[in-house]
């Protein structure tokens, strides 16, 4: 059995790591504020202080986005949620060439 704050300590330590790849990636390429600011989703977006650690690594605007649609209003559908829109939005011609495998 492990305690509560050992596990949260391990969870930390692993987001930090995450967060440090991330931010000397933006650095190498040159890009450390995106202009659009850093948006967190997924399941650990939804994770309590996730948003303040954030902002220790990335400057700019740091948010969490949670989908406004009834029934999935959580951190962790966005990445589905947006899939969905993005597969609605494509046209024919779009779905056609995908389901070729490209154009090759």
Same mark, same amino acid.
């Given at each position: @059995? =492990?305690?509560?704050?050992?596990?949260?300590?391990?969870?930390?330590?692993?987001?930090? @790591?995450?967060?440090?790849?991330?931010? +000397? @990636?933006?650095?190498?390429?040159?890009?450390?504020?995106?202009?659009? $600011? #850093?948006?967190?989703?997924? /399941?650990?977006?939804?994770?309590? /202080?996730?948003? %303040? *650690?954030?902002?220790?690594?990335?400057? $700019?605007?740091?948010?969490?986005?949670?989908?406004? @649609?009834?029934?999935?209003?959580?951190? +962790?559908?966005? #990445?589905? =949620?947006? *899939? /969905?829109?993005? %597969?609605?939005? *494509?046209?024919?011609?779009?779905?056609?060439? $995908?389901?070729?495998?490209?154009?090759?």
């Amino acid at each position: @059995q =492990y305690s509560e704050k050992y596990v949260s300590e391990v969870i930390e330590a692993r987001i930090r @790591q995450i967060f440090d790849r991330i931010a +000397r @990636q933006l650095d190498r390429i040159n890009a450390p504020e995106l202009p659009g $600011g #850093v948006i967190l989703i997924g /399941g650990v977006a939804a994770l309590p /202080g996730i948003k %303040e *650690l954030a902002k220790q690594y990335f400057s $700019g605007n740091v948010k969490v986005f949670v989908p406004d @649609q009834m029934g999935i209003r959580h951190p +962790r559908f966005a #990445v589905s =949620y947006a *899939l /969905g829109l993005y %597969e609605d939005r *494509l046209s024919g011609i779009d779905r056609l060439i $995908g389901s070729r495998g490209g154009f090759w």
